[in-house]
């Protein structure tokens, strides 16, 4: 069997940051004065602040005005709902993004609840996954929006086939289930517990990798042929899957860098661009989910 495809998510994200960029200059031009995200890091870990450097380039490039606010991973859970509060209530602030992981003992779900639903851009409040799940227009989680982004642009045929997600959290494997759900695809939700994962893993015709394990799966994992997803990310550069192993027995895969993340990059500053449209009654909205 030949080598994988790759799957080229820098490509695709050029494409999107593309249709943002000419939506961004539509909201110039209507509003006088450029579509805005505001960022939380709360915080120091090392991953996302790379996230949000890269984040901060693409902004700069295609003219969103982006800036970031940091606080100490000392801060309490009130002091983040009031400042994302404090935020919602700002005319000037289109988007707003608080970056993730917010570090324990702070309340997530309570942060994530304080956004207004039409300045969630990446989609994680409680309104904005209720969307995603009925299927639903608007702001998605932006990884599994841009995984979504990826599928079609390979035309992947998701109507019928066996989608395995490992993975559960609220802000990616969960609402991608339901994306894929809402593409007729018969999904397998797992996780760390899940029991014979690789026997359930090895039934995919699309498999999606996001446990934050890194080159967990292998090749003895996939079913020859399937469609493979990388949506991790490791401190070392590694995503979740073997790479050069996996390569060998799939149709198509994605690389780590180069993949999941310059799509999800570019998912966010389209969706920022989409929100300020919105917001000054330009009629482009987000893709369907």
Known sequence: MPDAKIMDG???????????????????ECAGHPPSLTTMIVGDDPA??????MKQRRCDETGVAARTIELPATVDSERVVAEVRRLGE????DAILVQHPIPSPIDRRAVFEAIPLEKDVDGVSSAALGRVIAG?????????AGIMALLRAYEVDLDGAHAVVIGRSPILGRPLAS?????HATVTLCHSRTRGLREITRQADVLIAAAGRPRMVT?????????????GYSADGAGDVDFEAVRAAAAL???????VGPVTIATLVLQTAQIAAAHVGLQESAPQP
């Open 253 to 259: 895969v994605t690389p780590v860098p180069g993949g």
């Open 48 to 53: 996302s602040h790379i996230y949000v450097r």
């Open 10 to 28: 820098r490509a695709l994200a050029a494409e999107l940051l593309s249709r943002a960029k000419r939506l961004i200059g539509a909201v110039r």
């Open 179 to 183: 994306m894929l759900i809402n593409a």
């Open 90 to 93: 700002m005319p000037a602030v």
């Open 219 to 231: 090749d003895d994992w996939i079913k020859p042929g399937a469609v493979v997803i990388d949506a």
């Open 136 to 144: 639903l227009p608007g702001p998605a989680p932006c990884t599994p």
